[in-house]
């Protein structure tokens, strides 16, 4: 079994910074590739961000694009989300996530494990 727990959400103004941290634990694997996603009210989880494992390749929804980063560390089995410029869209729960597969990390449904989330909210 994996368990994943995401940390450092809060409540920041408009243009401010957040870091998120996911921690996993548990069952190991050799590759993986974790992902960010945000749940709204109302509105259905999508796509923040992702970064494989081994080798470090990093995807971005449009929305994050130039604001958002994701890293890991490995050694750790953290990985992180630093937001920049945040805006009131980005208000949301955050959740991270661990896929098996290498592909298709943008599709919430190819995710295997899932943390319980942590709560951003934006105000302007």
């Known amino acids: 079994q994996v368990q994943l727990v995401e940390s450092g959400g809060g409540l920041v103004q408009a243009g401010g910074s957040l870091r998120l941290s996911c921690a996993a634990s548990g069952r190991t694997f050799s590759n993986y590739g974790m992902g960010w996603f945000r749940q709204a009210p109302g509105k259905e989880r999508k796509f923040v961000a992702a970064?494989?494992?081994?080798?470090?390749?990093?995807y971005y929804a449009d929305s994050a694009k130039g604001r958002f980063t994701v890293s890991r560390d490995n050694a750790k089995n953290t990985v992180y989300l630093q937001m920049n410029g945040l805006k009131p869209e980005d208000t949301g729960v955050y959740y991270c996530a661990i896929a098996l597969r290498l592909y298709g990390l943008d599709r919430k449904g190819l995710y295997d494990y899932w943390g319980q989330g942590t709560q951003v909210t934006v105000s302007s």
């Open positions: 970064i494989v494992a081994a080798g470090g390749s990093t």
